[in-house]
C-alpha cells in the first residue's frame, strides 16, 4: 500500500512557475513507476508526465514539453514536477500516481492540488 500527498499548487501568473511535490509513504517507493496527471473542469483527466522506477526515463504528453520536467528523489520517497512558462490551460487539479509495472494501470492516487494560471 502506498499513500500518495500532493504539495506546491497555487495561483501563479501566465509564464510564471511552480514546483509541485508528492511525497509516498512506505519502504518501496523506488520499485514504483510515478506519474502526474491532471484534471481541468468540466474535462477529462489526461496524463502529464511519468518517470521510470530509478528516473532514468521519463516521457510527457506533447503539450508540456519543453516546459515541465518531472524528477525523483528515492531517498525522500518523493516525486517532483516542475512547471515553467505556465499557460492558462494548465489550469487543473494535478495529481500523483504510483504504479509498479510499465504496462499496468496506476493503482495509486494522491488527492490532488490546485493549481490555477491566470492570464
Known amino acids: 500500500q502506498v499513500q500518495l500527498v500532493e504539495s506546491g499548487g497555487g495561483l501563479v501568473q501566465a509564464g510564471g512557475s511552480l514546483r509541485l511535490s508528492c511525497a509516498a509513504s512506505?519502504?518501496?517507493?523506488?520499485?514504483?513507476?510515478m506519474g502526474w496527471f491532471r484534471q481541468a473542469p468540466g474535462k477529462e483527466r489526461e496524463f502529464v508526465a511519468r518517470?521510470?522506477?530509478?528516473?532514468?526515463?521519463?516521457y510527457y504528453v506533447d503539450s508540456v514539453k519543453g516546459r515541465f520536467t518531472i524528477s525523483r528523489d528515492n531517498a525522500k520517497n518523493t516525486v517532483y514536477l516542475q512547471m515553467n512558462s505556465l499557460k492558462p490551460e494548465d489550469t487543473a487539479v494535478y495529481y500523483c500516481?504510483?504504479?509498479?509495472?510499465?504496462?499496468?494501470?496506476?493503482?495509486?492516487w494522491g488527492q490532488g492540488t490546485q493549481v490555477t494560471v491566470s492570464s
Open positions: 500516481a504510483a504504479k509498479r509495472t510499465s504496462g499496468a494501470g496506476y493503482d495509486y
Open positions: 512506505g519502504r518501496t517507493f523506488s520499485s514504483y513507476i
Open positions: 518517470i521510470w522506477w530509478s528516473g532514468d526515463s521519463t
